[in-house]
Structures are given as C-alpha cells and as structure tokens.
C-alpha cells in the first residue's frame, strides 16, 4: 500500500471516529444529577473507544474493505475502496457502498481518500 492510500485510509477511519463522536454528543440527555451526568459521559466515551479501536480495513486486489467490529464479536461491512487503476467506472480512491460483505454497489463513488472527500460517509459507513 503506497504512502499516499495508507494516509487517506487514516484520514477515513480518523473521519468515521469524529462522525461517532458527533452522533453521540447529539444524542445527551438530560439528567437530574451530577453522578448520572458522569455516569453518561463515562459510558459514552467508553463506546467511542471501543468503536474506533473496532474500526480495520482489509486491503485486496480490486478493494479496500472497511469493517467495523461489534461488542459480539461480529465483524460489519463500512465500505469499500477503489484499489486499482483499471476500474471502468471508477478512479482509484473512490469511497463505494457495500452491496454486501464480499462487494461494493457499483453506482455511484460516496467520496475519495485521496482528495480527502468523506461527504458520503459516516460513522455506520456509506
């Protein structure tokens, strides 16, 4: 993997983790104590690391899988990126939706790791 795509990778996961940490925080509640309040803010950040450290990729020949695992275990299809400069449809670097856990949908690119361009992603993937 060239320096170039292991970098935009980073600034993929690094993407995904900032979307959770923002979801999470418009999810607060309101608490009638202090402890409750603390109580809160542990969990959360609890759950913020675990799903960043969840976060991986598998790179193959046509794609770059990223998956996410869960507190079970279980591994989730994020997305899939371009890893080759043959494709017909798409350029190299380009963010695609999975369609299931071996393949991408083939429509349209959510996005480019190397342009920096995450507007289709978020922290549950494309």
Partial sequence: MSMEVNEGMTNLLSHMKEDYHKWSMACRTVHQNVDDFKRDIEIREEMEAEYGNGLRYEEHT?????????????????????????????????????????????????????????????????
Avoid at 79 to 91: G, L, W
Avoid at 98 to 125: C, H
């Fill in 62 to 126: 046509k794609y770059i899988k990223v998956m996410s695992s869960s507190r079970g275990g279980g591994l989730c299809v994020k997305c899939f990126v371009v890893n080759t400069e043959n494709d017909k449809k798409f350029r190299f670097g380009d963010i695609l939706k999975p369609a299931g856990w071996k393949g991408p949908t083939r429509n349209f690119a959510r996005g480019n790791i190397l342009e920096n361009d995450f507007r289709g992603v978020r922290w549950t993937g494309c």
